[in-house]
Every structure is written in C-alpha cells, then in structure tokens.
C-alpha cells in the first residue's frame, strides 16, 4: 500500500459543506457542463450529415450558438471567480490541488479558444454566425491562410477538450471512489442530513 500522502485515507479537517462553492459558482459549472454535452453531439452530427442535408446548417447553428454561449459563461465564470476566490480546501493534499487548479484553469482556456477559433474559421470564410436565428455576428473578410490556421486550432482544441473533460470526470471520480472525501460535495448544492 502507498505511503504517499496524496493516495492515503482522507483526515477531514472542514465538513465539506462548509467549503462548498457558493450558488452562483456552481450554476455556472453546471450550465458549462451541460453546453458542453450539447456543443459536442451538435458538431459531429453537423459533420455527418451529407453536404446536400437540409438539417445540416441547422445543426451548424446550433453548434455555434453553443459555442458563443459557452464564451459568454466562460467569460462571466472568470470574472465571478477573479471576484469571488474559490473556497479553501483543507481537506487535500497541496499537489492534489495544484493539479486540479492547473486542470480548471487549463478548462478555462480552451472553452475560451474554442468557440473564438470556431467563430473565426467561418467568419474568415466570409460567412455570418447566426445566433440561435435571432441575429447575426457577422463575418470577415475572406483570409484562406488565416482560416486554416483557425481550423487548425479547432480541431486541436476539440482534444484538447476531450482530455481535459476527461481528467476532470476522472479527478472527480477518484475523489469519489478512491479518498472518499466529499470533494464532489464543494459544486453541489447543500444538502439537509438530518
């Protein structure tokens, strides 16, 4: 058995309701993750469909309504966070919090990236970004050059996402699972243990 701090039982110092990230914060996380699981399924069946599909621009729409509304979150979850630090952890160990720290922040960025790369590679193929059919974000002047760069840096954010999604459910679940020390508890609303 590991003596590593990091892998032993868990010594609660602070009753996990006690260190829970307050109501606004955790709307947003859960809003972001939800967009989230829509933005992804909305993009690969926008790809799939054949080009002469007539639900195929639909979905494109969707995707990128998505998408800007995941910025605008992610931009107010900044901002929310700059005012509002999160809450102590006293339960776990510096490391363990330094990489979920890194991997939060690392989040950050590409939900930032995504959907600015995304929106460039059509505007730069001339194109308007229609939000959800209520108005357009409009395009930029055609630039093929700087349109591949952007695709580039989509398709490259796309696993970027997928990893770090991933090392978050996985985080999530190993504090879950394995150090069984409420963790999960800090983004979920209270609840009454009586």
Request: charged share 15%.
């Amino acid at each position: 058995m590991s003596t590593d701090p990091a892998f032993a039982a868990p010594r609660p110092i602070v009753p996990a309701r006690q260190i829970r990230y307050g109501g606004v914060a955790q709307a947003l996380h859960w809003l972001t993750a939800l967009l989230v699981l829509a933005v992804l399924p909305l993009a690969w069946v926008a790809v799939s469909l054949p080009r002469e599909a007539a639900a195929k621009g639909s979905f494109f729409v969707l995707h990128k309504s998505v998408g800007l509304t995941i910025l605008a979150i992610v931009v107010g979850r900044i901002v929310w966070r700059m005012v509002h630090p999160a809450p102590p952890d006293p339960n776990t160990p510096a490391a363990l919090t330094l990489i979920a720290r890194i991997n939060h922040w690392l989040l950050y960025a590409v939900f930032l990236v995504m959907p600015v790369s995304g929106y460039l590679l059509s505007a730069l193929a001339g194109r308007d970004t229609p939000y959800f059919w209520l108005f357009t974000v409009p395009g930029l002047t055609k630039d093929e050059g700087l349109q591949k760069v952007f695709q580039g840096m989509h398709l490259a954010g796309q696993w970027a996402v997928y990893l770090l999604v991933a090392l978050h459910v996985l985080g999530t679940a190993w504090h879950v699972v394995v150090r069984r020390d409420g963790q999960h508890e800090r983004m979920l609303p209270a609840q009454d243990r009586r």
